[in-house]
């Protein structure tokens, strides 16, 4: 395989870490600064570029003459172009060094990003951190952070730097990067072919991006900063001064805590952190204390219960959110380049930017968002007394369609408790699919949290849901709390045992494959190179990393695992060491984590399918795809999702599937 791969280092007037990739490549004041490129893979004389571009003398403008036609060899010949985080590096390309520079066009497919290869790895994202995990011989050149600062940026009187000798550093640290990026292509396990394809559908999904109705969010965001203005005046109030701001928490901590609280408050409020024990006001104890007060359980004094009422109010996030779409937001009030390919190891995308993923599920219908849309623009004060609420519930519906267009979203139903028992391959697992094909062919029936909530002696629908959504990956009386908190359902802890010892007694299955999830990956360690089953996947140690094969054939990884006195191990990619620590933080591969894993990784695996059919989708939510068609052709749009969503490929052969379709004219729930 042959690669050529490119770094660019660049300048402009546009904020990147606020406008994100898209907007910052796309604006007429980026310029590149520099290019290095160089080939990788199998070729007998491998050539490298480097070349300034800001201030190009004749030897750079040869090499760039060299590169070019190079370039368009690679092109032509199919060879695949490189890049660490890759999308930023062909946004510059497509914008910038095709029209400034006369650079030719290079194919959408031919691109390649060694970061996504680094996220199927189960490895650090990041240039620096995954050469520092890997032990590289190239390292990321840390004075690129002062060189960005100088050269990058313009100063407080909108002008640039341009001394020569920085952007020679800046030429090298470019020349770093490259070398760095090439260890990584060359020392961990490429893309599949399947794996760059579903790289490739995500992109195309960035590049189509995703509408916002701008003139709501501009007033959305004129509003939370009235709110959260008020928030803070109250909050100044009520605590005599000493707090200003709803994002003091250590000063409201204290303030609290001061007065006496009820034991009951205290209690809810303590955790322990890394062995520590913590006072914490998150949203989750927050909302405890709140609830617990309405219902009369804590006897909380009216000054504290507001300060705390307050604080929740003004840590809603739509602020920052209204004004994120603002920020990203390009001509055509699209914003792009919103989803990430495998963010997270179970190979499952992840949302960045505007956080779509996060967005409230319990949102405003389109009613109510028609009767607050022309209210907020007008600059009528809402009433409510929950306006930062309000406004968290209208962000999903702040997302619109095209004129002429509508969205037809998607949502398979419970996938993950449906997933789970497929993979064990087991009699129990078995009839648990059954009840599921039973509720498909008749909807009038019980759905499985009502059923599980009545095997628990309770008609709360509610409970039956922190039932199935918490136990079925190991959990018991903690997982359970913890989740219950998410849906307010507030059990006694003899409660709690009573239905976690139930639902393992009714779901026998569940456990025995949980302990074949751990036994075969413990024994694929115990000897290298073969392979163990359970269920429908299998684990093989290659002497470096624990690899697990779901029954599409996706491998998930476990890098630098290790079994020592029983307890298996692995590195984990999203945390990080101290700057002094060579070894690389790891986390434990226990049971109920592996079958988290492969339940939710074969699920991802199912939407990664339909999105490689589809190519209207503009925006996916764990397991909802979203298309953006014509109105007209609504129906016939909504017949093929519903259809590709509720067939199962040849590899899920016997899991059932259910993906109800609506139309929306805004995206909701």
């Not at 007429?28 to 070349?51: D, H, K, Q």
């Not at 104890?285 to 504290?304: H, K, Y």
């Not at 002094?580 to 049971?591: C, I, M, N, T, V």
């Not at 040849?650 to 995206?667: E, K, N």
């Amino acid at each position: 395989m042959k690669f050529l791969i490119i770094d660019f280092e660049t300048r402009s007037r546009v904020d990147l870490k606020r406008a994100g990739t898209d907007r910052y490549c796309a604006d007429p004041s980026t310029e590149i600064l520099c290019m290095v490129a160089t080939e990788a893979g199998n070729f007998s004389s491998p050539r490298t570029w480097v070349c300034n571009l800001l201030k190009p003398t004749d030897d750079d403008l040869d090499v760039l003459g060299d590169f070019r036609d190079a370039a368009q060899y690679h092109a032509i010949a199919g060879y695949l172009f490189a890049a660490h985080n890759a999308r930023f590096d062909q946004q510059i390309w497509e914008y910038v060094a095709v029209n400034d520079w006369g650079f030719s066009e290079v194919p959408a497919d031919s691109w390649y990003c060694t970061s996504a290869q680094m996220r199927v790895n189960a490895l650090p994202a990041n240039l620096d951190d995954a050469t520092r995990a890997l032990n590289a011989e190239h390292r990321k050149d840390h004075a690129g952070q002062s060189l960005i600062r100088k050269l990058s940026m313009p100063n407080e009187m909108g002008q640039f730097n341009e001394d020569p000798a920085l952007l020679v550093q800046m030429a090298a640290y470019c020349a770093a990067d490259v070398a760095a990026t090439k260890d990584l292509l060359n020392n961990t396990r490429l893309m599949t072919p399947t794996e760059h394809a579903d790289w490739l559908a995500n992109e195309r999904i960035n590049d189509r991006g995703i509408r916002i109705d701008r003139s709501f969010a501009e007033a959305a965001t004129r509003q939370a900063a009235t709110e959260t203005a008020a928030i803070g005046a109250e909050l100044s109030s009520l605590t005599g001064g000493v707090v200003t701001k709803h994002t003091q928490n250590q000063r409201i901590k204290k303030w609290l805590l001061a007065r006496n609280p009820p034991d009951m408050m205290v209690k809810l409020m303590t955790v322990f952190k890394d062995g520590q024990q913590k006072q914490s006001l998150a949203s989750d104890i927050r909302t405890q204390i709140l609830n617990r007060a309405d219902a009369n359980e804590i006897d909380l004094a009216p000054e504290l219960y507001n300060v705390i009422a307050a604080l929740d109010e003004g840590n809603k996030s739509s602020v920052a959110k209204y004004q994120r779409m603002l920020d990203r937001a390009e001509v055509d009030d699209r914003v792009r380049g919103s989803f990430m390919y495998a963010g997270a190891s179970t190979i499952r995308y992840t949302s960045r930017g505007l956080q779509l993923h996060n967005f409230k599920r319990d949102c405003l219908p389109v009613a109510e968002m028609d009767t607050l849309r022309p209210m907020l623009i007008n600059g009528a004060a809402l009433s409510q007394s929950a306006v930062l609420e309000t406004l968290a519930k209208a962000l999903r519906p702040t997302l619109i369609p095209d004129d002429g267009n509508v969205f037809v979203v998607a949502d398979w139903k419970s996938i993950e408790n449906r997933a789970l028992p497929w993979l064990s391959d087991s009699e129990g697992g078995e009839k648990k699919l059954d009840m599921f094909r039973e509720i498909d062919a008749d909807p009038t029936l019980h759905d499985m949290y009502a059923r599980a909530a009545k095997d628990a002696g309770t008609d709360d629908r509610q409970v039956g849901k922190v039932i199935e959504l918490s136990l079925g990956f190991g959990g018991a009386n903690g997982a359970f709390s913890s989740m219950a908190k998410n849906y307010g359902v507030y059990l006694p802890d003899h409660q709690v045992s009573r239905i976690v010892k139930a639902w393992r007694l009714s779901n026998k299955w569940a456990e025995t494959f949980w302990n074949e999830l751990e036994k075969a990956a413990k024994n694929a360690m115990r000897s290298p190179g073969s392979v163990h089953e359970a269920g429908r996947v299998s684990y093989l140690f290659n002497g470096d990393s624990l690899l697990c094969e779901l029954p599409c054939g996706q491998l998930l990884t476990y890098p630098k695992a290790r079994l020592q006195q029983g307890e298996l191990t692995a590195l984990k990619a999203n945390w990080k060491p101290s700057p002094d620590d060579d070894e690389w933080p790891r986390y434990s591969l226990w049971r109920g984590l592996l079958a988290e894993n492969v339940t939710q990784a074969t699920c991802a695996s199912l939407l990664r399918q339909v999105i490689r059919q589809i190519d209207s989708v503009v925006l996916h939510c764990h397991d909802e795809i979203a298309l953006e068609v014509s109105a007209v052709e609504a129906e016939d749009w909504c017949a093929l999702l519903n259809k590709t969503m509720e067939t199962a490929p040849a590899w899920a052969t016997g899991l059932p599937l259910s993906a109800p379709v609506q139309i929306m004219t805004r995206y909701g729930k």
